[in-house]
């Protein structure tokens, strides 16, 4: 939630980057520009968000549908990919000229409210430009910050274990809800001894996951102010996955890096890896096996930590049109043909509504669908954790020198003390 790289991988890993054709829409619609208001009472206001041509094509799909039914109102759009995005949303940020409405994530709320970009949509709420009944799963509090809402879910997701199904048949090994990281532990030798293959593809920069972990030991990733762990928290769990690769249980990182951007499960360097449940497709796509989504461990047996995560759509605070604004949001995760349109491209549909009008038929989002429900149905989901401002730089480093940890290029105690370093800088600043 996601977010640093975590959230681009929710663009399910398809390739990145914009062509003419996919920035195409009606004539009224291009790239860039100002909002405003034409002679005719028209307004248009500026759309921006991050992912791969595909996303493109299904949000225009959906532009024309809001068009159709707001004729007053125009959206010019522009996409890149995540890395990018935010360089350009901060430049426009700083000068004063941001996107009317852009996907967000859960990290940059704190961030881009004390820089006083946010617009605040509680007050459209109130005069009925925007709705939030019908959410799924307690997800219409996902983008209330201090009282205020910053941003509106318009998918959900959730952290699962994606496995290679005949491996961990061949391997006797069945994850159930409630299973124990003792339960885990065993389940990856067992793989390694009777498959030959590892058994994860390795726990170091899975920030999510050790969030989870950290919330089934009354911890958090984060608090509303900082890191809600020590360092020698983190010195255990870096100290567990370097273990892990040692004993040929998790895969050894320098020939993941060698198969990137496929991952180690679909090259079958692995038999399962720790990533959001609405990822399956892409190992779909990738391997020549079967896949499926298993429970996360738990501590006690029950606690799992989970929660629904979601990428959202924020306003600006600079917007000269509020009320078109969240009229725009509230068709985007209302309308039922745009759930049609954009499937689980962002996540399951955040509101019952969207959810009952997407009927998956492939298996994978079958899978997503079958899982999260189950999630909800188990009880094991409670509110996220709260991202402090600077989340966003500490997700990055994070990963940065978990990667360099697994890579061998620092040691345990290097990479906790670099990582606490630049998380305190962040987290002040």
């Not at 809001?66 to 109102?73: G, S």
């Not at 005069?127 to 799924?136: E, K, T, Y």
């Not at 759509?313 to 954009?342: C, N």
């Not at 955040?350 to 429900?373: L, S």
Request: proline share 4%; with cysteine.
């Amino acid at each position: 939630m996601g977010t640093s790289r975590n959230v681009e991988r929710r663009t399910i890993f398809k390739a990145a980057g914009a062509t003419a054709a996919t920035l195409s829409l009606a004539a009224t619609t291009g790239c860039g520009g100002d909002s405003g208001t034409s002679a005719d009472g028209t307004v248009t206001i500026r759309y921006a968000w991050w992912g791969a041509e595909d996303r493109a094509q299904r949000i225009n799909k959906t532009i024309a549908l809001f068009e159709k039914k707001y004729p007053k109102i125009k959206v010019k759009t522009d996409f890149q990919p995540y890395t990018d995005f935010w360089k350009k949303f901060n430049t426009q940020a700083s000068g004063g000229n941001p996107p009317d409405v852009f996907q967000n994530a859960i990290a940059f709320l704190r961030k881009y409210d004390a820089k006083n970009v946010l617009l605040d949509l509680d007050e459209q709420v109130k005069a009925g430009n925007l709705s939030m009944d019908g959410f799924r799963a307690g997800l219409e509090k996902f983008g209330e910050i201090d009282g205020k809402l910053l941003g509106v879910p318009v998918g959900s997701n959730s952290m699962a274990l994606v496995i290679d199904k005949p491996v961990y048949t061949r391997a006797g090994v069945k994850p159930k809800q409630g299973w124990t990281w003792d339960d885990f532990d065993a389940a990856m030798k067992k793989i390694r001894d009777r498959t030959g293959r590892a058994g994860d593809s390795g726990m170091y920069g899975v920030m999510y996951l050790y969030d989870l972990y950290l919330r089934q030991n009354g911890k958090a990733f984060f608090t509303d102010e900082g890191l809600g762990f020590t360092e020698a928290d983190l010195t255990d769990w870096w100290t567990k996955a370097k273990k892990g690769v040692q004993e040929g249980v998790f895969a050894d990182a320098k020939k993941v890096a060698q198969v990137k951007p496929k991952s180690a499960v679909s090259a079958e360097l692995a038999a399962s890896e720790f990533t959001w449940d609405n990822f399956t497709v892409r190992y779909t796509a990738e391997g020549k096996s079967e896949y499926g989504l298993a429970t996360i461990p738990t501590t006690d047996g029950k606690k799992t930590g989970q929660y629904l995560g979601s990428l959202m759509l924020s306003g600006s605070k600079r917007t000269q049109h509020p009320k078109e604004v969240a009229q725009f949001i509230d068709f985007m995760v209302h309308d039922p043909e745009v759930a049609k349109i954009m499937g689980y491209d962002r996540g399951v549909p955040a509101t019952q509504a969207q959810f009952d009008a997407y009927k998956p038929t492939d298996e994978a989002d079958k899978a997503i669908a079958a899982y999260e429900t189950s999630l909800v149905s188990a009880g094991v989901l409670e509110p996220i954790t709260p991202h402090p401002n600077g989340a966003d730089i500490c997700e990055s480093a994070f990963l940065r020198i978990a990667e360099e940890l697994a890579l061998g290029t620092r040691s345990v105690d290097e990479a906790v003390k670099q990582f606490f370093t630049e998380s305190k800088t962040a987290l002040v600043g």
